[in-house]
């Protein structure tokens, strides 16, 4: 059965080229001229959409000095949760004009909302699908509210295991959601490339049939690229003006270049795997004539025996394959022959 599904009028599955997604997170830093030029940087460098989070502090956590809302290590330990998300999140009023600023450039613009408060502001605006961050993958009223949208819906799946998945799953369908894809994740920041277990990705596709990529913290393209080899027809990565900003997410995220490649090689990548072909490739038609093929090497008069020293094994291909050495060797002429010609079966007496 063909996967596939449409954000936007893009086709993203099978038999697509894989569909960049650059996730702009909290790399713009508290400055809406930065957010603005994230957006030109990744259309610049190939990406298919840009991807922004759609949250308030008071709508992801609670305002708590409490030891279950502080952050003791990682990225980000010294934290409260609260005070993480108001440093990290995108002020509700960028999002038009972010959204604006997307569509006249000419990529497409998506969202993780965070609650439901989140997706009516995304849907006043119109956007093409959603995206549902790893942490929310087990709020399935969440999920829910986002399928009733209609639109498409990409779910990541960190931490999540296979129960969990299906259960997202699940809930996505029950809320209506007819477009819907996956993506294998691990939600490390960074994350080694060794906990990838790319081999996933095709279990995945198998286990939960719907169209399925790779959300990738590591650190460089190797862990994405590979994916595309694994089936993975969506790749997110973090995407950041100068990874040495200093914002919440710019240590792990790739620079326009990095991106750049990304869009490039993941393509690349793509269009190796092409389908089964044991045939002759177009590159390879004028290389024919290198093979090896039987040339005589001394000169022949008609009725003479063919013997092993008249005969080698030579490049180029223009002769007899040598795999017809037996039906030539002890065999007469039919006409003279000189030195360094071609063997022709048709020369040879029955």
Not at 305 to 334: C, E, M, W, Y
């Amino acid at each position: 059965m063909t996967k596939r599904i449409n954000i936007a009028g893009r086709d993203i599955g099978d038999g697509c080229a894989p569909y960049i997604i650059a996730e702009m997170s909290a790399n713009h830093n508290g400055d809406l001229n930065a957010a603005l030029r994230i957006i030109e940087e990744a259309k610049r460098a190939g990406a298919d959409a840009i991807k922004i989070q759609t949250y308030r502090p008071d709508t992801i956590t609670l305002k708590s000095d409490l030891p279950d809302f502080q952050i003791t290590d990682g990225l980000w330990a010294g934290r409260t949760l609260y005070d993480l998300y108001e440093w990290a999140h995108t002020p509700w009023e960028w999002h038009k004009p972010l959204f604006e600023h997307a569509r006249k450039l000419g990529i497409t613009i998506f969202s993780s909302p965070f609650d439901n408060t989140a997706v009516d502001l995304l849907e006043d605006l119109n956007a093409a699908a959603y995206k549902i961050a790893s942490f929310e993958a087990v709020d399935l009223p969440l999920i829910k509210y986002v399928a009733s949208t209609g639109k498409p819906m990409i779910i990541s799946t960190g931490m999540a295991d296979a129960e969990e998945i299906q259960e997202a799953i699940d809930a996505a369908r029950e809320g209506g959601c007819k477009e819907l894809a996956i993506l294998h994740c691990v939600s490390g920041y960074p994350a080694p490339a060794e906990d990838y277990n790319l081999r996933t990705i095709p279990d995945m596709i198998e286990r939960f049939g719907l169209v399925t990529g790779l959300s990738d913290h590591t650190l460089d393209n190797t862990t994405a690229i590979a994916s595309v080899v694994m089936g993975a027809s969506i790749i997110e990565k973090h995407f950041t003006l100068d990874r040495s900003g200093g914002g919440p997410d710019d240590s792990f995220s790739l620079e326009p270049t990095e991106l750049a490649a990304l869009c490039r090689d993941s393509k690349t990548a793509w269009a190796a795997l092409g389908k089964v072909d044991y045939g002759r490739k177009s590159s390879e038609q004028g290389n024919v004539k290198f093979r090896r093929s039987l040339y005589f090497v001394k000169d022949l008069k008609a009725g003479d025996v063919i013997t092993a020293d008249a005969v080698r094994s030579v490049r180029p291909g223009f002769g007899a394959a040598p795999k017809h050495i037996d039906q030539i060797l002890g065999h007469r002429l039919n006409i003279d022959v000189t030195a360094n010609t071609p063997v022709n079966i048709k020369l040879i007496r029955n």
